[in-house]
């Protein structure tokens, strides 16, 4: 029994772990006014006729902190690319002046930035969610384990460490989010 206890805890530790991960990877595209080669981490070209991510086809660095830059591998690609990056619907309008494109990044307004601060709670809010569903599945497999002969101090155990790591990464979630949230309104 206790080996399937540690099972459980494990299978929720990844689960919790993914929701986290997943949770830095959404709040990575909502930018804060900085220029950041992750802002375009999304986008999607059209690579002779194939969706590819824009990372394989092209470099993306920062000029300044208002400014990115795109370097195509192959120069006839730059018209795709900014194409790529005007379907993503992100609000940047790349330049390209034959070598690379250039992306200025528009300041934000105050009402962007609350919206932008609405996203990352909302953002936080399924991660919690997720984290919440991961609890429930393990409470379950330790009723079915109870079922099959876990004693009743064993299964109360059990259910403190399930909450105890549950509260441990929607703190986390919570300071991840409260992070962004400074950035955004940093100005």
Do not use: C, W
């Not at 690579?47 to 830059?69: C, E, F, H, K, W």
């Not at 909302?122 to 379950?140: F, M, P, Q, Y």
């Amino acid at each position: 029994m206790v080996e399937e206890l540690q099972m459980i805890y494990d299978e929720l530790k990844s689960s919790n772990g993914k929701a986290m991960t997943h949770l830095e990877n959404e709040l990575l595209k909502v930018r804060a006014g900085k220029a950041s080669p992750s802002m375009l981490y999304s986008v999607m070209v059209d690579y002779y006729g194939s969706p590819t991510p824009i990372q394989q086809v092209g470099t993306i660095n920062t000029m300044d902190a208002r400014t990115l830059t795109v370097q195509a591998f192959e120069r006839s690609m730059l018209n795709e690319i900014a194409k790529g990056i005007m379907n993503a619907n992100l609000g940047l309008n790349p330049q390209n002046n034959g070598e690379l494109l250039i992306i200025q990044i528009p300041p934000l307004t105050e009402e962007r930035r609350r919206d932008l601060v609405k996203k990352a709670k909302a953002d936080g809010e399924h991660a919690k969610v997720g984290i919440r569903n991961n609890r429930k599945d393990a409470l379950d497999m330790v009723k079915s384990l109870k079922a099959d002969g876990l004693s009743e101090d064993m299964s109360k155990d059990a259910e403190n460490e399930i909450q105890n790591v549950t509260n441990a990464f929607i703190k986390k979630v919570d300071d991840l989010v409260e992070m962004k949230e400074k950035d955004i309104m940093t100005i």
